[in-house]
Each structure stands twice: as C-alpha cells, then as structure tokens.
C-alpha cells in the first residue's frame, strides 16, 4: 500500500469516526436531525397570503401545516391598558395585542412575513417591536416606530427556526418592557414539530411598583426599583394567579406537554422549574440541541426554551422560578393540573396541594378583590373581611395552625377558641413580630417559635384576623387595617404574654 492511500483510508477513517459521531448526536435529538437534514425552504413565497392567526397566552397558534414558504401577515396593536397584577391591585399594562405577554405568533421557517403594527389611538406613548426571529438591524424596532393611532409595516424572511422573544424598544426601553411589552414569535422548522397532546404559552416578567408586593389600589411604575432591578413582583404570564386556581393550565395523564416558555424581564434571568415534573426534553434557550433529563432550566432575559414532558401521575404540578423568594413572596407561581387515573407504581402518595401552592391552593382569591373595592368605596363588611382573610390564611398560617385553627399538639397553639386572642392588640402583634418563648393556650404551655409575618400589609393581617375572631367558634369581632397600621407604627416592643 502506498503511502497516499494508506493517508486516504486514514482519512476516511476520521470521517467515518465523525460521520458516526453526527449520527449518535442527530438520534439523540430528533428535532435537531430534522433541522439538520433540511437545507431550509427559502423559495419565493407561494400561494394566496395567509393572515396569521395570533393567540392570547397560554394558548398557542396551531401548527401552520405548510410544506411551502408563504407570504404572512401579521398585525398586532398596542393597546395601554389597566388590569389586574394581583387581587384587588392594578397597572397600566402596554400591551401587543391587549395581553401580557403579547400575542402569541406562529410561522414556518422560509415564510416572507409582512408585519403590520398598530398603536391604538387611546395610547400615551409611542411604540415599536424588535423581533429576535428577524435578520436584520434593531429586528425590525426602527422601521416599526409608532406614534398612538398610526401603524406601521415592515417585511421580513424568518430565516432561522426556533422560539424568539419579541419586545417593545422605545426608549426608556427598560420601561416599556417592565410595563409588559414582550411575547414570543415561534419560526417552525420546514417539517413542523413533533405532535403532541398540549402545547401552552408561558412568560416570566419582573414588575416595579411603587407600593410593596400585594398592597392594594392602582400601582404606579418605579423607575427606581428598576433601575436596582428590585421587583416588586416576578410573574408568569402577568398577573399573579394567571395561571393558578380555576385558570390553571391543563392535561390528563399520559399526554405529552409542550412549553413555551418565554423571559421577557426587563432584568431577571429565571430558574424555571415544574415542581414534581423532570422535563424529558428542552430546547435550551431556544435553539436547536435538545437536552433530555432536565430539572430546571434557565431562560435568559430576552431569551426563551422549548420544554416537554410526559403527564404520568395526577395532581398539580407547580411551575415556578426557582430562585425560589420570587414563587412565594413576589407571585412567580403557576399551576399544571393533571387529571387521571392513579398510577401508584409511580408515586403513592396523597396529594398535598397547600405545603407548595399557598394560598393559590384555592380555585381564586377573588374575595380579596371583593373586599378591596368595598373598602374602596366604604362599604367594607365583616362579611368581606373575613371571606377575604380565609383566602390568606390557607397557606400563610394553614401551615402551622392548620386549615381548622386547631394547630398540633405540643406544637402549633390552637387558634380555634384560643384564650390568647382575648388581646387584639397583642395578636396584631404576634403576626407582625413573631412569637417565641414559653406562652399558655388554654391551659396548655407551648415553647415554640412562630417567625414574624410582617410582609403582609395592614389589610392583610386585618382580614386574616377577622377571620380568625369569626371562626371556629371563636367570639367574632373585627380588626381594622388601622388597628394594624397604628401597631405596625408603634414601638417594636415584645409581644409577651406578660403583656396580658
Ligand atoms: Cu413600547
């Protein structure tokens, strides 16, 4: 053999080596050797226009089901708009399409998209979007500048497939997309996803309030706590409780589920999460390897992933951002409900909604809301005080009192028929300051510690309280959110039995 060709068959060996490599990397994840094999469809786009169909969140555009290259319009409006961000508070949203995030949109990979953007006339503001699907400079943000009750247009080829986020970029940028100005534009591959049972519509935002996290009344943007990246609130799909309760997200078991989840920040990178789900598959910031195995993932700020699993067993499957302050004390917090036979080789165990879903264990909290606009207009009544701090107290003292006030012996103290709520004072106290030491209950001596709850606002631990007094036998009464304000001001002494 010579020495060329013995060169040669070494050569052909490398490539075979690598050949085989490609080959265990394509089987490894289909999607990325379907995108792999295709060589795009960049054609002229062919046939009548198509105008997309757009969808609010969670729900997502069905599949295009197109083998060619089309011409898409899209035309979303900008819409500034009050709406809920918890029970009983509101924004001013700036919105694509009257939702946060904005309007779902779905093309195929090689379509010409002819883009249409309207700002509704009621609007303050000027807007644009940059669209990180698109090839070309600001993605599109300077041919789309808006002025309220103009549109704009401009075209451009989805060249690449995957999720994109889009968002608003008028300046102050960081402002308009603290105020909800993002969504996601997913580019299908030329042969389509895979087929499967659900696919939903999932965005994480960090909001700025004025006011502290849940405090009531229409809540003003802070440009400061923005710029200190402090959020008042991290939310998916924009609003506490969006996707919790009665709006939960949906499937049964043994279907699979696809995710699209989106980060619009402005500044937090999340650690998303679904409680009691392992995420078979992620397109890890979008792009086109798939992970497998997968318990949390990270979604960048302006970034997004595509993530599926399979249901096995029911109950609620808890999506959150791991960084885990932001799920429980700022609204970071969704709910999958899955319906379903029992499969008890799997998991055995009961299901135990509230250790993890708080008071977003119940169907809504609408009573809160209920209470915070009669408040508002005078006509609050003990009624609506103590509907509304039955919603609060399941998960915020349900833990340790339990949901029936009996508490646990030796433990928790009793909040049923408790001769310590004799002092109304003093348990506006306990709420705000904590509890340690030895204390008597009926009689019976505890030395445990109860942790200060002081980050529920005055009409909180007033409602909860109401609640309290008015239950379980307990002698009735009210609390008052001034009664907890004027103790909240007050000396931070002790709240010792010897008080009494
Ligand atoms: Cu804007």
Wanted: aromatic share 8%; with cysteine.
């Amino acid at each position: 053999m010579s020495h060329i060709v013995k060169n040669m068959l070494a050569g052909a060996l490398v490539a075979l080596g690598l050949a085989s490599t490609m080959l265990a990397s394509t089987a490894y994840a289909a999607g990325q050797a379907a995108s792999a094999k295709s060589t795009g469809d960049f054609g002229p786009p062919q046939g009548a226009p198509i105008h997309a169909v757009l969808t609010s969140p969670p729900n997502v555009p069905p599949p295009t089901n197109r083998k060619y290259p089309a011409k898409v319009i899209v035309e979303l409006e900008v819409v500034e708009k009050e709406m809920p961000i918890s029970e009983g508070v509101s924004y001013t949203f700036w919105t694509f399409g009257g939702t946060v995030p904005g309007s779902f949109i779905r093309v195929r990979q090689g379509d010409t998209v002819e883009f249409h953007l309207k700002n509704h006339p009621d609007s303050k503001m000027p807007h644009n979007i940059d669209l990180h699907g698109v090839t070309g400079p600001g993605g599109g943000a300077a041919s789309s500048f808006t002025a309220p009750g103009h549109a704009s247009q401009f075209t451009f080829k989805a060249l690449n497939e995957g999720i994109y986020v889009y968002h608003c970029a008028t300046a102050p940028v960081g402002m308009h997309v603290a105020n909800g100005m993002y969504g996601l534009i997913l580019v299908e591959p030329p042969e389509g996803l895979s087929k499967v049972d659900h696919e939903y519509y999932v965005m994480q935002g960090d909001f700025y309030t004025t006011g502290k996290y849940r405090e009531k009344g229409l809540q003003a943007f802070d440009m400061e706590k923005a710029i200190d990246e402090r959020p008042t609130y991290v939310l998916f799909n924009g609003a506490e409780g969006a996707l919790t309760g009665d709006k939960a997200i949906t499937a049964k078991t043994n279907e699979t589920v696809r995710l699209f989840v989106g980060n619009g920040g402005p500044n937090l990178v999340s650690s998303f999460h679904v409680i009691g789900a392992i995420f078979d598959k992620v397109r890890f910031e979008g792009g086109s390897i798939a992970q497998k195995n997968v318990q949390t993932t990270l979604i960048p700020a302006g970034g997004a992933a595509i993530v599926e699993y399979r249901t096995k067993v029911p109950g609620s499957y808890v999506l959150v951002d791991h960084s885990i302050f932001r799920a429980f004390n700022k609204g970071a917090l969704a709910i999958m409900k899955v319906t379903g036979p029992e499969d008890k080789s799997i998991y055995s165990g009961k299901e135990l909604d509230s250790v993890y879903l708080g008071d977003r264990s119940q169907p809504n909290m609408t009573a809160v809301t209920t209470a915070t606009a009669n408040a508002a207009s005078g006509k609050l009544t003990v009624q609506d005080q103590a509907q509304a701090g039955k919603a609060l107290f399941a998960g915020t003292c349900s833990v340790c009192h339990q949901a029936n006030g009996v508490g646990l012996p030796g433990v928790f103290p009793p909040l049923a028929k408790s001769d310590f709520l004799g002092d109304i004072g003093r348990a506006i106290k306990v709420v705000l300051q904590g509890l340690s030491g030895k204390v008597t209950v009926n009689g019976t001596a505890y030395d445990s510690v109860m942790p200060p709850m002081n980050q529920l606002n005055d009409d909180e631990v007033a409602n909860i309280l109401t609640y309290v007094l008015n239950e379980w036998g307990n002698p009735g009464g009210r609390v008052s959110a001034d009664d907890v304000k004027k103790v909240r001001a007050a000396k931070p002494g002790v709240a010792t039995q010897a008080e009494h």
